[in-house]
């Protein structure tokens, strides 16, 4: 039986904007549907996935039932052709073993990045609500409001799309932009993002979906190990109703990535 995973890149040229939280909690949203999934860390700086599910496991071994990822940082090294290399063959392996290979990724416009990025079936870019995480997808003229033109991640994506059509791969990523940190408040600033963000959408081939709103919950997660889909009895954080709503914004985001099709396949290959 060959899987052939599904590839999903979690990525922005932008720090700081969700993408290893996004990433964790997709990862854990998806083997709680029943996928087998591997995550690949290619941010050797922060390396936040990677501590993130160390901590996880730590949770783990002192007893408590929690689902796991097979896990492979790849951090960079000064030798760019073995790093290459190596991605390469965990991902071979990783293809060939799981349903879904979950890859998050650096903040930057790294070499092995850019290699995740051409390997990817879906990819979702978390961006907060703000001209300044807009401005790594597009410029936009201040006198007129409007885009002027796309900017470099935008145009990194178009680039590894002709990379992997030099592989005689197909072309075609599914791009998810993905609103994150959504405030209930900056109702304008929230109608301008969206106006700004449905237009790049047409023009360079994205589909927006709305993310996660802003909730402190998050930041208190990673020590722990755990995410939305963990709280609850054992944890030791009690559900609240702030949490009951943000485990249904992570549920609409599985829906609307696609990916709820994903766990029902695995589950229809494992049947
Ligand atoms: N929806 C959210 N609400 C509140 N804090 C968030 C949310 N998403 C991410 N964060 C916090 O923002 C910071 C950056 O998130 P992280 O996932 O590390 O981003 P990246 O991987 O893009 O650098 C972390 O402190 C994280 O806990
Ligand atoms: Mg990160």
Redesign the pocket.
């Known amino acids: 039986m060959n899987r052939k995973a599904r590839i999903i890149v979690v990525g922005?040229e932008k720090?700081?904007?969700?993408?290893?939280?996004?990433a964790m909690h997709l990862a854990v949203s998806l083997l709680q549907g029943g996928a087998s999934v591997q995550t690949i860390d290619l941010d050797a700086r922060?390396a936040?996935l990677t501590r993130y599910l160390e901590n996880r496991r730590r949770r783990a071994d002192r007893g408590h039932a929690l689902c796991m990822p097979e896990h492979a940082a790849v951090p960079p090294t000064d030798d760019p052709a073995a790093d290459e290399k190596r991605f390469e063959e965990v991902l071979e392996r990783a293809r060939a073993e799981h349903d879904v290979v979950l890859i998050d990724t650096p903040?930057s416009n790294h070499p092995l990045s850019r290699l995740g990025h051409s390997h990817a079936d879906i990819l979702v870019t978390?961006l907060n609500d703000s001209f300044i995480d807009l401005d790594v997808l597009a410029k936009v003229d201040p006198d007129t409001q409007k885009i002027s033109r796309p900017s470099h991640y935008s145009e990194m994506v178009w680039d590894t799309k002709k990379l992997r059509a030099m592989r005689g791969e197909r072309a075609v990523v599914e791009w998810f932009v993905l609103r994150?940190?959504l405030s209930p408040l900056d109702a304008r600033n929230k109608r301008e993002m969206e106006r700004l963000l449905g237009e790049l959408a047409k023009r360079i081939g994205f589909c927006m979906v709305s993310g996660?709103?802003?909730?402190?919950i998050?930041?208190e997660l990673?020590l722990e190990g755990l995410t939305l889909l963990d709280l609850g009895e054992g944890s030791g954080i009690e559900m609240s109703l702030s949490h009951v709503a943000a485990r249904q914004e992570l549920r609409r985001l599985v829906e609307n990535l696609g990916l709820t099709r994903l766990v029902a396949d695995s589950e229809a290959i494992t049947a």
Do not use: H, I
Not at 15 to 22: I, N
Not at 212 to 216: M, S
């Open positions: 922005n720090g700081g904007t969700g993408k290893s939280t996004v922060q936040t903040g978390p994150n940190r996660l709103c802003e909730r402190v998050y930041r990673f």
